[in-house]
């Protein structure tokens, strides 16, 4: 069973920047997707990115699109999202995942589709 940990979130102002660190341990990690996910209180979980096992592809949800960028770096088994130009409307808990086939060929933004979550870390932007 891949143990995922994120790690990265914090307290910043409106217009600011913060990188998240998703680092998977005991299991197989470059032949899966990756997919980062949000939880605001009071709301569903979302998509918020994810790349693929070649990182050949990447997709993000509209609302962070221009302004996140998701990537990973298999020698150290981590998926990274940076996050810039943050809003308030961006406070939430951030979980990364891995994606449920191996080698598999779409990426998908459905949260079902991930598994091996994390505990989670904290972004809060105020304003």
């Known amino acids: 069973q891949v143990r995922v940990i994120e790690s990265g979130g914090g307290l910043v102002q409106a217009g600011g920047s913060l990188r998240l660190s998703c680092a998977a341990s005991?299991?197989?990690?470059?032949?899966?997707?990756w997919g980062w996910f949000r939880q605001a209180p009071g709301k569903e979980r979302e998509f918020v990115a994810a790349?693929?096992?070649?990182?050949?592809?990447?997709a993000y949800a509209d609302p962070v699109k221009g302004r996140f960028t998701i990537f990973r770096d298999s020698a150290r088994s981590t998926v990274f999202l940076q996050m810039n130009s943050l809003t308030p409307e961006d406070t939430a808990v951030y979980y990364c995942?891995?994606?449920?086939?191996?080698?598999?060929?779409?990426?998908?933004?459905?949260?079902?589709?991930?598994?091996?979550w994390g505990q989670g870390t904290q972004v809060t932007v105020s304003s």
């Open positions: 995942a891995r994606g449920q086939r191996r080698y598999n060929v779409a990426i998908s933004t459905n949260p079902e589709q991930y598994n091996s």
């Open positions: 005991g299991g197989p990690f470059s032949s899966f997707h």
């Open positions: 790349i693929s096992w070649g990182s050949s592809s990447t």
